[in-house]
Each structure stands twice: as structure tokens, then as C-alpha cells.
């Protein structure tokens, strides 16, 4: 079983920057992609950004050159670096990964999610 825990969320002004991380725990062989959603109140889940193991990301053009993912493979944790951030980028943000137990085991699992709050 892998466990991920989000951590850095709260409350921040508009303008101002958060940084979340999301860790993985368990008996884990391989992680793959790893990525972020966020959940706004009356709203579908939507993807955020996503980091394949070897580096590569993708991000939704709402947020595209305002935050910034990233991983450390050694330490098996995800990172989101949030910039100017928006009343809109107000959520429930979740961590999840495709991850294998043993070879070809592969899974998606997701964590409890932080709360990122933007107001003034």
C-alpha cells in the first residue's frame, strides 16, 4: 500500500505564494507520474499539474507560469510552488501518483488533500 501526505496549505493573500508538498510512504518498487487536482466548492475535480518520473510536466493553462511542479525522487515527494495566486485558485488540492508495489503492480493512489485558501 502506498500513503501520500499533503503538507503547506492555509491561507494567503492575493498576490502571495504557497508552497505544498506531497510525500509518499509504503512499500513502494517504483513511483510513475505524479500529480496535482484541486477541488474548488461546487466543482469538478481538475487536474493541476503532472510530473512524469523522468521530469516532464504539463500544467493547466489556468495556472501556466504561476506554479511551478516538482519532484525528488530520492526523498519520493512531490512539490507545488504557487505564484500570484488567485481568489479563483482557492481548493481542496490533492497529490496522487501511479505507483507499483512490485513490478507491473501499478496504481493510482491519492492523498486526504490540504486546504489552499486565497482572500484578503
Known amino acids: 500500500q502506498v500513503q501520500l501526505v499533503e503538507s503547506g496549505g492555509g491561507l494567503v493573500q492575493p498576490g502571495g505564494s504557497l508552497r505544498l508538498s506531497c510525500a509518499a510512504s509504503?512499500?513502494?518498487?517504483?513511483?510513475?507520474?505524479m500529480s496535482w487536482y484541486r477541488q474548488a466548492p461546487g466543482k469538478q475535480r481538475e487536474l493541476v499539474a503532472a510530473?512524469?518520473?523522468?521530469?516532464?510536466?504539463n500544467y493547466a493553462d489556468s495556472v501556466k507560469g504561476r506554479f511551478t511542479i516538482s519532484r525528488d525522487n530520492a526523498k519520493m515527494t512531490m512539490y507545488l510552488q504557487m505564484s500570484s495566486l488567485k481568489p479563483e485558485d482557492t481548493a481542496v488540492y490533492y497529490c496522487?501518483?501511479?505507483?507499483?508495489?512490485?513490478?507491473?503492480?501499478?496504481?493510482?493512489?491519492w492523498g486526504q488533500g490540504t486546504q489552499v485558501t486565497v482572500s484578503s
Open positions: 510530473i512524469t518520473s523522468g521530469g516532464t510536466t
Open positions: 509504503g512499500v513502494i518498487f517504483r513511483i510513475n507520474a
Open positions: 496522487s501518483c501511479s505507483a507499483e508495489t512490485t513490478i507491473g503492480n501499478n496504481y493510482d493512489y
